[in-house]
Each structure stands twice: as structure tokens, then as C-alpha cells.
């Protein structure tokens, strides 16, 4: 736990955060906006931000692992003039981070503050990289072994293993860092040619993908739809030597490259014998090429945070389909969930890759929700809606905003309009933790356009004034 006076964490976090104005540390400006260029014009085609995260990877990726030695320790400095970290990124960004070395920042934490200030600073969605602090700079050059273009596919991933990241990481690695900037005619005229010198662009450098200041999927997306940038030059290029991403994204058949993941249609639900189940699925996108079943686990913690090995279900494959990006896999989930333990957070591990939502997991609500299978909307716009509310809120009042397309003269356009509606408790303690609430009408069918499309918003006051509001929202009630 952090506690005041903390000298090196203090000195990080002031570089970190004082980005302007009043006690401005002067750090931050160097990638705002996330285009710009510190060093010299930007007539040249380079960008800071990107330079940063390379500079980390080719500080880092030299780690042994085996040996407990290397990683993010400022040994890069030593290591310039060797081929295989050409390019200007390395003198450039050290000697950016130069003036902010002290007695209680080292170069090595100056590097890895710049891929979180970095990322935070450029990434869409924003991520957030936490940052600790104390490395301690290496005195001389490190190991060999960043993977260079020309690098076989064997001997790239030997080097990323020996830094201690198997395949999936490599190729994970590989794109989260080739989504910002460009490689450059300049340093690799064996993958840039000479054409894409231009005045505006002297150092030649051709972008990774169309949005080269964003740390995003984009550069994923085009490469697997073969459309903008298609990957970038390590991906395109006529040298067939030098297409090292290409050959570390096929390497397992483009499975990793090609697993984005989302949960769809996420819910809880009861059983008529009052059982609560927790249902959904998760879509992976994967390529065609690829003909190994992923394994999906989806694991949860209860409804106060805890985790338990009971507390985990297997996803099965349920249905194929397609999109812009190849194929897609839907993996169908359907776990009992022990009515006190409840429901918290879930988590969804791909062949043992946990995807946690950013760190905090996926969030679900169970205090009080809409029950699907006591919920519907027919055609004709008459609807019952159900909600399940915890017996603790004893003096819960739980209402809807139903939300529905409605006809609009003067355009085919429907325009939403929403009511609130009351919902009166009809089974109380209809199981050991829940009681239900229910509302039935009718939305006029004149004014209705599609029954699919009506949601609603549930909000509780409950009778606790800890806990407040809940809210479950979106929910359809059409049970498809
Ligand atoms: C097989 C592994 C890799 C190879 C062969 C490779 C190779 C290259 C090459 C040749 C460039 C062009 C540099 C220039 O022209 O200035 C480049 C740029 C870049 N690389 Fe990699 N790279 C690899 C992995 C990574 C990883 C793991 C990261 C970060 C996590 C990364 C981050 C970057 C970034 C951000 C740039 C753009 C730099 C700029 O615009 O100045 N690379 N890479």
C-alpha cells in the first residue's frame, strides 16, 4: 500500500499526472496530440507515442527469464548501435527522458511510465497500464535477441519465450504494439520502398493501420478483412523475407490474431422450481483457417466478491456464423448459481487466456433483474414484465421505463417513446432470496413498429439506504 512519503513513486506520479498548467512536469507534451513528433519536424513521419512502446519492447524483449535477468532496465541505452535496434526511436525517446533522470528515478522506470502515459494517453477505448516504480538501471548492454523482420518464425518465438511470453503472447504482443506508428523507408528500406519518401514524409514511414496515433484493434480488424492498411508493411510487403508480423499471425493459423471476444445476451433466470440459472454466450471471431475447438470456461465470484472452483462453467460450441472478419463461434453457457452465494463478476478464459474486462471482470447484477423466462412481448404489444428483487430490500419499490418504437408522422423513422410503469410485488419469498414483481399491459398497436425492439429499464429503491438504486438495464422483453 502506498503510503506519503514515497519519494520514487511521488516523482512518478507527478510526471504522470502534471500534464499541464500549475507544476506542469513537462513529460506529457511530448505525445500531444498522440501524432505529434518532439524531436524535429513532422515533415519527417515519425511519431512519439509510438516510439515509446517500441523503445520498451526492444528494452524488455532481450529479458532471460531463466536466468532472472534483463527486462525493463535501460540497458537499450548500451545496446543502439546494434542492427537489431535500428531506427531513430531509441536515441530519440532516451534522450527525451534524460533531463527527468534523479537520485529516485531511474531510466528504466522513465520507460515504463512512457507506455502507460502512452496508451492511457492514446488508446481507444481508453486503457489504463498501472505503473510501479523502483527498476534499477542496468551499467552495461544486455543480452542479443530482439526479433528482427528478417528473423525466422522459430527463432521469434524462441526470443519472445526466453523473455518469458509463449506464442499467443508474441502474436498479442506484436499487434497490441504495431496499432501505433509506422516502420519507416529511413531504418528499413528492405521493407519500405523508396517511394513512400515524400516532402511531408522525408523519414518514409508507411502506417501500421489507418488510425497510426490510436492504440486500438484496428491494425487486427484491416488485417483480417484485408481492407486499409491490411496489417501494415511487415504484413504487405513485396520482401517476403521481411513479413515478420505475417509470419508470427499465421503461425498458429491466425487463431489468436482472429479471437476478439463478446459476451452476448447475458442473463439471469429462474427455472419454474425457483433453480436461478446464469446463461449467455460468448462470440469468438475466428478465422476460417482454424480448426481447433477453443476451450471457453466462464468462472464467477459470488455476490460478495468471493471466488470458489464451484464457481465456474464450461462454454460448449452452439452455432457457427459470419462476419466482415472471418467466421464466428458461438459458445452457449448455462450454469446453476447458488441463491445465497449469488453473483457478482464473471470471467471468460480462451484456451486458458482470461479475458477480464480491463481487470475488474465482467460486472452482473443480481440484487434485482428482470426474469426472462416470466417476461414477453407479443405482437400485438401486450406485455408482462417480471422482475426478481432480494428479500433484504424489504421495502423495495420497483419500477420500468419501458422503451418502445413508435410510428412518427412525416418519417419512416420510428422515434423511441418511453412510460413508466409500477410493478407490484405478486410472489413474495417465491424462492429462499428472491420475491417477484410484475407489470402487464398493453402498448397501442397503432403506435407500435416492432414488438423485437421494446426494452425496458428496471430501477429499484430499495429499503437500504447503503445500497441505494439498482439498476438492470436494456433488457428486451421479446423471449426470442
Ligand atoms: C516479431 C516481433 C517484432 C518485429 C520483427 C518488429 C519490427 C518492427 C519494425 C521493423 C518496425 C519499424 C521501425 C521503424 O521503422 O522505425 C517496428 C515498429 C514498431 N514496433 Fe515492432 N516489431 C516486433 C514486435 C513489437 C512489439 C512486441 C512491440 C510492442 C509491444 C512493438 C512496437 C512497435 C511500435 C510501436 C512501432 C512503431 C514505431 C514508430 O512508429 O516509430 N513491436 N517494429
Avoid at 527522458?97 to 512512457?114: G, K, Q, R, W, Y
Avoid at 488485417?223 to 511487415?234: I, K, M, P, T, V
Wanted: glycine share 8%; proline share 5%; hydrophobic share 35%.
Amino acid at each position: 500500500v502506498y503510503t506519503w512519503p514515497n519519494p520514487t513513486m511521488d516523482e512518478l506520479e507527478h510526471i504522470l499526472v502534471d500534464n499541464e498548467g500549475f507544476n506542469d512536469a513537462g513529460f506529457k507534451r511530448a505525445i500531444t496530440p498522440c501524432t505529434n513528433y518532439i524531436q524535429g519536424p513532422q515533415t519527417l513521419g515519425r511519431q512519439t507515442s509510438a516510439q515509446w512502446l517500441r523503445v520498451a519492447f526492444h528494452d524488455f524483449s532481450t529479458a532471460n527469464v531463466p536466468a532472472g535477468a534483463g527486462g525493463i532496465d535501460a540497458s537499450i541505452g548500451f545496446e543502439t548501435l546494434r542492427p537489431e535496434n535500428s531506427g531513430s526511436a531509441m536515441n530519440d525517446s532516451l534522450s527525451f527522458f534524460a533531463p527527468f533522470v534523479n537520485a529516485h528515478v531511474s531510466m528504466a522506470d522513465l520507460i515504463a511510465l512512457s507506455v502507460s502515459l502512452s496508451i492511457g494517453s492514446c488508446s481507444s477505448p481508453t486503457i489504463t497500464i498501472p505503473l510501479r516504480g523502483g527498476r534499477i538501471d542496468a551499467t552495461e548492454g544486455g543480452e542479443f535477441g530482439v526479433p528482427e523482420p528478417e528473423t525466422s518464425i522459430e527463432e521469434t518465438l524462441h526470443q519472445f519465450e526466453h523473455a518469458g511470453f509463449n506464442q499467443a503472447d508474441a502474436i498479442g504482443l506484436t499487434a497490441c504494439g504495431h496499432t501505433m506508428g509506422n516502420v519507416h523507408h529511413g531504418g528499413f528500406p528492405q521493407v519500405v520502398p523508396e517511394s513512400a519518401v515524400t516532402p511531408n514524409n522525408t523519414g518514409g514511414g508507411i502506417h501500421f493501420d489507418s488510425t497510426p496515433d490510436v492504440f486500438d484493434i484496428n491494425v487486427v480488424q484491416e488485417y483480417l478483412a484485408s481492407e486499409g492498411n491490411r496489417g501494415g508493411a511487415l504484413v504487405t510487403t513485396d520482401n517476403v523475407t521481411v513479413r515478420s508480423d505475417l509470419r508470427l499471425y499465421v503461425s498458429d493459423n491466425n487463431a489468436t490474431i482472429a479471437r476478439p471476444f463478446h459476451p452476448v445476451n447475458v442473463t439471469l433466470d429462474f427455472t419454474s422450481t425457483g433453480e436461478m440459472r446464469f446463461r449467455g454466450f460468448i462470440r469468438l471471431l475466428s478465422s476460417t483457417s482454424s480448426n481447433v475447438t477453443p476451450e471457453v470456461q466462464v468462472s464467477w465470484q459470488s455476490r460478495e466478491g468471493f471466488s470458489s472452483r464451484k464457481f465456474s462453467t464450461s462454454a460448449n460450441f452452439e452455432a457457427s456464423g459470419a462476419s466482415t472478419w472471418g467466421s464466428i463461434s458461438y459458445f452457449k453457457f448455462d450454469a446453476p448459481i447458488d441463491l445465497g452465494s449469488g453473483i457478482s463478476k464473471f470471467f471468460v478464459a480462451v484456451d486458458g487466456r482470461i479475458h477480464d474486462n480491463g481487470g475488474s471482470g465482467h460486472p452482473v447484477q443480481d440484487s434485482a433483474f428482470v426474469v426472462p423466462s416470466l417476461t414477453n412481448v407479443d405482437d400485438s404489444g401486450n406485455f408482462e414484465l417480471t422482475a426478481a428483487v432480494l428479500n433484504s430490500f424489504s421495502s423495495a419499490n420497483v419500477r420500468a421505463e419501458l422503451s418502445f418504437p413508435a410510428v412518427q408522422l412525416g418519417t419512416i423513422s420510428p422515434k423511441i417513446v418511453k412510460t413508466l410503469t409500477s410493478l407490484a410485488s405478486f410472489n413474495k419469498n417465491f424462492n429462499s432470496e428472491y420475491s417477484l414483481y410484475r407489470a402487464s399491459g398493453a402498448i397501442p398497436l397503432s403506435n407500435l413498429t416492432n414488438s423485437n425492439q421494446v426494452s425496458a429499464d428496471l430501477i429499484t429503491a430499495t429499503g437500504d439506504r447503503r445500497i441505494g438504486t439498482v439498476h438492470d438495464n436494456f433488457r428486451r422483453l421479446k423471449q426470442l
